[in-house]
């Protein structure tokens, strides 16, 4: 806040003084001359206090339209975060409990909805924001999982439910449904299913067949009809896998085996070692952050046209960046610590060469990591430790990572033990200090996100916790 404190010249300069001998002269109580001059002083006085309390108000105006101007950059960069995994809505205060599902074990989002499982195979359709059922979709024999939106950038987050039946020849029936449950169509597919993708507005299965061959096949979910099928040349044994690349290809392999698939036609199309390119995030100039899946992990920045940047070799230490970030941070393979370097160059900005550091959040202004026994806030730019904050040795430690975090851009939620049960501890991001805490149920043993909300799993419950 400004404080402008306003004085008046006249008055200053009014201080008990001996009078003019004019002033002497004049009758008691004043000529009309000497009235009007005491008037013209009292006008000149209330311009002169009202151009200062006119500046001081446009000073104050200034200042009060400044900090409007960063709280609503601040703010809409914020609403840019809640796009991203792990970001919730503004929870300056304790979250309270929204809904609970009893009996449930397991829950994805898919579109506006939560897809909640139990360990006997049921699975129903529920609202995110009410826990209102929409659907029930699992049970008797029939198992129901979310299928995951591709890595290809501009695809939106999956809205698809896929509900698989085993065939007596090995095979399975795949129903595939909408987020209120709507039947949309219906697969067979010859065997185990490897990898279920949605890739645009359809469904990739890949498929080991009995006779442990490969079959890859693209459907329309509304029709069912197969756009193409392709047998590979790949023999699938346990070891087998499949990866959507960057350029709209799948990749799979089985021992030293390989072979690539163009997404479009399903043709299969030459490769190299560097075959396996995963993109991890779209940055808001459109460009990409990108895994090189070869026999060392690389990662790398690439231009919107597909140009790479720069290369280094290392893990992603973080899985999705704040839009406003300037750097990437990447774990090192062949030595202890995190490397940070530069978007737009390359260069490695600064280091931590700690082996038992691992990263939990990344935005623009600070990067968090835990430290052992500790939880750590860095300054990303300059490398600077901003504040240090034990980290109580729990079950919770070890499922602490950049996939588990939660944080509404000002805050991020740590769960901790407490004597009398765990607790969800919102830690400051400026300072290190604790801004709320609120219990959770004693079997929990996981928290993550949900479309903007905290979701608590463990013990056979689904409770979903948000803003009040």
């Given at each position: 806040m400004v404080v402008v404190e306003l004085t008046d010249a006249d008055d200053a300069s009014a201080s008990p003084s001996a009078p003019s001998a004019a002033d002497a002269s004049r009758p008691e109580g004043g000529t009309p001359s000497a009235v009007g001059g005491a008037s013209d002083r009292a006008r000149r006085r209330g311009r002169r206090t009202g151009a200062l309390a006119l500046a001081a108000t446009l000073a104050v105006g200034a200042v009060v339209a400044a900090n409007v101007v960063e709280q609503r950059a601040e703010a809409a960069r914020r609403a840019a975060l809640v796009d991203l995994p792990g970001v919730v809505a503004p929870l300056p205060s304790a979250p309270v409990e929204l809904w609970r599902a009893t009996g449930w074990s397991e829950a994805d989002v898919v579109g506006d909805a939560l897809l909640v499982r139990g360990g006997d195979g049921g699975a129903e359709l529920r609202d995110v924001g009410t826990g209102a059922v929409r659907a029930v979709v699992g049970g008797d024999g029939r198992a129901c999982t979310v299928v995951p939106a591709s890595a290809i950038p501009g695809v939106e987050p999956s809205s698809l439910v896929s509900c698989r039946t085993q065939q007596r020849d090995g095979g399975y029936a795949v129903d595939l449904l909408d987020a209120d449950g709507a039947a949309l169509a219906s697969v067979v597919l010859p065997g185990e299913v490897l990898l279920e993708q949605q890739v645009d507005d359809d469904v990739v299965h890949v498929v080991r067949t009995p006779d442990g061959s490969v079959q890859v096949r693209r459907t329309e979910?509304?029709?069912g009809d197969e756009r193409w099928v392709h047998r590979s040349s790949v023999r699938a044994g346990d070891d087998a896998w499949a990866v959507v690349a960057v350029d709209r290809v799948l990749v799979m392999g089985?021992?030293?085996?390989?072979?690539?698939?163009?997404?479009d036609d399903g043709a299969e199309v030459a490769r190299t070692e560097d075959d396996g390119v995963v993109v991890l995030d779209v940055l808001p100039?459109?460009?990409?952050?990108?895994?090189v899946l070869a026999l060392r992990t690389r990662m790398r920045v690439s231009?919107?046209?597909?140009?790479?940047?720069?290369e280094e070799e290392g893990g992603p230490a973080t899985y999705t960046l704040d839009p406003a970030a300037r750097e990437v941070v990447l774990r090192d393979l062949t030595g202890p610590g995190l490397r940070v370097h530069d978007l737009a160059s390359g260069d490695v900005v600064w280091t931590i060469e700690d082996d038992d550091v691992w990263p939990v959040?990344?935005?623009a202004d600070v990067l968090v990591v835990t430290a052992g026994h500790q939880l750590q806030g860095w300054d990303p730019r300059t490398?600077?430790?901003l504040w240090t904050r034990d980290l109580p040795a729990s079950q919770w430690s070890s499922v602490l990572g950049p996939e588990s975090v939660i944080t509404d851009g000002a805050r991020v939620m740590v769960?901790?033990?407490?004597?009398?049960?765990?607790?969800?501890v919102a830690v400051d991001l400026a300072s290190g200090d604790d801004s709320w805490r609120v219990p959770?149920?004693?079997?929990?043993?996981?928290?993550?996100?949900?479309?903007?909300?905290?979701?608590?799993?463990?013990g056979g419950d689904v409770v979903v916790l948000g803003a009040r």
């Open positions: 979910p509304a029709t089985a021992d030293s085996s390989r072979s690539a698939v163009a997404l100039d459109g460009r990409r952050l990108e895994a231009s919107p046209d597909g140009d790479v940047l720069f959040l990344h935005l490398g600077q430790r769960p901790e033990p407490a004597s009398d049960g765990p607790e969800l959770l149920p004693d079997a929990a043993d996981r928290v993550v996100s949900a479309r903007g909300r905290i979701l608590v799993l463990g």
